[in-house]
């Protein structure tokens, strides 16, 4: 542990996409400080293979719940039930997302569709769904992660950067509205993350070398970077942020 914030700790913690990738890393940081961690995703493998890394790191361990973010009825469910028996959801991490690379002459309207809701819609529907109970705790944060690739004009996926550059609208409505409650709303924007994924998915010796090139910090982002910056803006050590968009990129663009 690099960094203990003790306010974190026991905190109700919900987390969108926690099995995998950037969210895991988001789910193992906060069981470290000792939060109470929910997280939903759809991939049970994954996500139990999470619970048992955490589980032999003698971290406190998370509840994990199988839930599809397209099915906003399910989710607000799952959500609403954590808040009933457990209490006001504290912190509320929006990371699920997908960057699939479509063409735009391949993209059809349920295509665009499916995108807007996996890469955007759940993020209204969680922070509508924790507001109320937020509000009568007198307070909490929202941190929702976006990306930097609308920012440097990624090509390749229109309706993912669409959905992304979305996030940050988001973001500073919500922190206008739920302001004057004591709720913070941030998001951390993160670079080129070196999620297994992308890992398999998109790096080659040609795009790391073209990578290095560009970020000012000459090794490889990791999920763990993203992480410990949604610790912060959780925190109450961030307690004059909100309405915010904090890259961590190491100096891509």
Not at 133 to 146: D, L
Not at 174 to 190: K, Q, T
Not at 192 to 200: A, C, G
Request: with cysteine.
């Amino acid at each position: 542990m690099s960094v203990k914030y003790y306010d974190l700790e026991n905190k109700r913690i919900f987390v969108t996409g926690g099995g995998s990738g950037i969210g895991a890393s988001i789910v193992e940081h906060f069981c470290e400080q000792n939060s109470e961690v929910y997280f939903v995703d759809i991939n049970r493998e994954e996500s139990n293979k999470l619970i048992s890394d955490i589980k032999n790191k003698n971290f406190k361990v998370p509840t994990f719940i199988k839930c599809d973010l397209l099915n906003i009825k399910q989710l607000q469910n799952t959500m609403s039930k954590i808040i009933s028996d457990k209490g006001p959801i504290n912190i509320l991490i929006n990371n699920a997302a997908n960057d699939e690379r479509h063409a735009i002459d391949d993209v059809t309207e349920e295509y665009w569709n499916e995108r807007m809701n996996i890469n955007l819609r759940h993020y209204f529907f969680t922070v509508q769904s924790v507001k109320k109970s937020m509000i009568e705790n007198k307070g909490g944060a929202i941190v929702n992660i976006g990306s930097a690739s609308w920012m440097i004009g990624q090509g390749g996926m229109a309706a993912y950067t669409a959905a992304k550059s979305g996030v940050v609208g988001l973001t500073r409505s919500f922190a206008r509205d739920l302001g004057e409650f004591n709720i913070r709303v941030n998001s951390v924007v993160p670079g080129w993350t070196m999620t297994k994924r992308q890992i398999e998915k998109w790096l080659t010796p040609e795009s790391e070398k073209e990578l290095m090139k560009n970020q000012c910090l000459k090794h490889k982002l990791m999920p763990s970077d993203i992480a410990k910056a949604v610790l912060f803006f959780s925190s109450e050590q961030s307690s004059g942020c909100t309405n915010q968009s904090y890259i961590v990129d190491k100096g891509w663009f």
